[in-house]
């Protein structure tokens, strides 16, 4: 463990483990856990997955590429993260989501060594199944840009296995809070991942090219997966078994009826600024 780890392992760390939810709330217990770090609360670790599938919109990212009759009509939830970046489509059994969330005051001011430092433990959960993982080396062009997995891969936050992205991360800060979160791949559908988008002439050939599931290089169950990343990021800051409070869960479910299931930030143009 480094001097970082030591310093905010030292603090009050639950861990939550996997909770199936639909995205929006997903999205909102992200949002009220880096509330409750912030006003001293403890900091939480968790582990999750979306239910019903779910599309994800990065931030800034234009309503126009989704197709939204087929999320209708498959009976996909599409919703917009706070972080940036692309959209991501996540379902039950191909992605395992995970999210950190502390005071801001406890972590690197730099953005790339609080990257690094929150990501060792991702990093050492994918190892933990026999997966050789590291971040990419260089920036890998763009194949297109609405899409997370197909945007230019970056240093700092993109995880790469067999030369193919296997995980992204991103951070978003606000309230004196820092809050990490991240889709990593256990199982690839790279049909459904570009039919919940419009605009494009990207293959599943293509697709797969890029991206890479953690059951194609291992011989790991889903389950042991989300395992092996639960008991990563218990260790890496020494967190007890938590869950959330009443109080989070009602301002929780408040946040996805006034913002994540609201048409004002779901389907909100580029530039525009919301909160």
Known sequence: MNDSQGSIADREWRVIREEVR??????????????????????????????????????????????????????????????????????????????????????????????????????DAIRAVGVDVNFVDDDVPVIWHPACYLRALHPAHDMVAAGRKVAGNAQYRRRDAVVQHGS???????????????????????????????DELADASREAFVAALTESLSEFVDAEEGAW????????????????????????RPGSRSD
């Open 184 to 214: 990593l791949t256990y199982s690839v559908d790279a049909e459904t991942h570009l039919d919940v988008f419009e605009g494009h002439d990207v293959t599943p050939e293509a697709f797969r090219e890029r991206v890479v599931g953690i």
């Open 22 to 123: 639909p995205g929006p709330m997903q999205m909102a217990l992200d949002e009220v856990a880096g509330e409750t770090a912030a006003a001293g609360g403890p900091r939480t670790v968790r582990v999750y997955s979306w239910e019903p599938s779910c599309l994800s919109l990065g931030y800034g990212q234009d309503p126009e590429t989704v197709d939204w009759d087929y999320c209708d009509r498959e009976g996909i939830d599409v919703t917009r993260r706070q972080t940036g970046g692309g959209g991501i489509y996540h379902d039950r059994h191909g992605d395992v989501a995970y999210s950190i969330a502390a005071p801001k005051s406890e972590l690197p001011g730099d953005l790339m060594d609080c990257y690094h430092l929150l990501c060792e433990p991702i990093l």
């Open 245 to 268: 409070t009443d109080d989070e869960l009602d301002h929780a479910r408040e946040k996805v009826d006034e913002k994540y299931r609201a048409d004002d930030w779901v389907r909100r």
